[in-house]
């Protein structure tokens, strides 16, 4: 959690979102459950992480700790969790924050219909993306939240079929080289083809 709160205190748009107490005009308190009490505990430790004069003092985390083991319970006592656990951390986090200060304050009746497949690519992603945002939309959300496009291709009618999908984070693969590895080297290797067989093999419905 210590390295999780480290880097979210240097994203620097959601800093300035903090430490301006812009946050408390969007807290949600109809649907969060937490009533915006996680975002107002992360704010005190990010603003106490960056007070002047305190770089080399330490932080209290007690509070926060709290109000994210009544978020996630998952988090809760001091030990070594799994790895697994250890990496939701961040997307745990991120999601009581949103909760926390999400625009939406009524939730909308879902759209249960598909996109029509007529339409572009780029028409659909801005399709997908409006859906979305009716259900899931913050300030939070407008720094880390993106969109993925997926095309699946059959190799034997050439068809494509295109989705569109929100994503808090991304699993990168680290390809085996020698030598420094680069970001960009890994975005690459995570959306180069791959060819789906056995038991990845798609099936018609």
């Given at each position: 959690?210590?390295?999780?709160?480290?880097?979210?205190?240097?994203?620097?748009?959601?800093?300035?979102?903090?430490?301006?107490?812009?946050?408390?005009?969007?807290?949600?308190?109809?649907?969060?459950?937490?009533?915006?009490?996680?975002?107002?505990?992360?704010?005190?430790?990010?603003?106490?992480?960056?007070?002047?004069?305190?770089?080399?003092?330490?932080?209290?985390?007690?509070?926060?700790?709290?109000?994210?083991?009544?978020?996630?319970?998952?988090?809760?006592?001091?030990?070594?969790?799994?790895?697994?656990?250890?990496?939701?951390?961040?997307?745990?986090?991120?999601?009581?924050?949103?909760?926390?200060?999400?625009?939406?304050?009524?939730k909308p009746k879902p759209i249960l219909t598909e996109i029509d497949d007529s339409l572009s690519d780029s028409a659909k992603a801005t399709e997908a993306w409006s859906r979305y945002l009716r259900m899931e939309d913050s300030h939070?959300?407008?720094?880390?939240?993106?969109?993925?496009?997926?095309?699946?291709?059959?190799?034997?009618?050439?068809?494509?079929?295109?989705?569109?999908?929100?994503?808090?984070?991304?699993?990168?693969?680290?390809?085996?080289?020698?030598?420094?590895?680069?970001?960009?080297?890994?975005?690459?290797?995570?959306?180069?083809?791959?060819?789906?067989?056995?038991?990845?093999?798609?099936?018609?419905?």
């Amino acid at each position: 959690m210590n390295s999780v709160i480290q880097g979210l205190s240097n994203t620097r748009p959601l800093l300035e979102y903090l430490e301006n107490d812009k946050y408390l005009e969007d807290i949600n308190t109809t649907l969060s459950c937490m009533k915006g009490a996680l975002i107002k505990a992360f704010a005190s430790v990010i603003k106490e992480l960056w007070a002047p004069g305190e770089r080399d003092g330490v932080v209290n985390t007690t509070a926060f700790k709290s109000q994210v083991q009544r978020f996630a319970p998952r988090f809760m006592g001091y030990s070594q969790q799994d790895a697994q656990v250890r990496t939701g951390i961040p997307r745990y986090l991120l999601e009581g924050l949103h909760e926390d200060v999400n625009r939406v304050t009524v939730k909308p009746k879902p759209i249960l219909t598909e996109i029509d497949d007529s339409l572009s690519d780029s028409a659909k992603a801005t399709e997908a993306w409006s859906r979305y945002l009716r259900m899931e939309d913050s300030h939070v959300g407008d720094i880390f939240i993106g969109q993925l496009k997926s095309t699946l291709r059959c190799t034997h009618c050439r068809n494509d079929s295109v989705t569109f999908d929100p994503f808090w984070d991304l699993s990168l693969p680290i390809p085996s080289r020698t030598g420094n590895l680069k970001l960009q080297q890994c975005l690459q290797h995570f959306t180069k083809e791959e060819e789906m067989d056995g038991d990845e093999k798609p099936v018609s419905g």
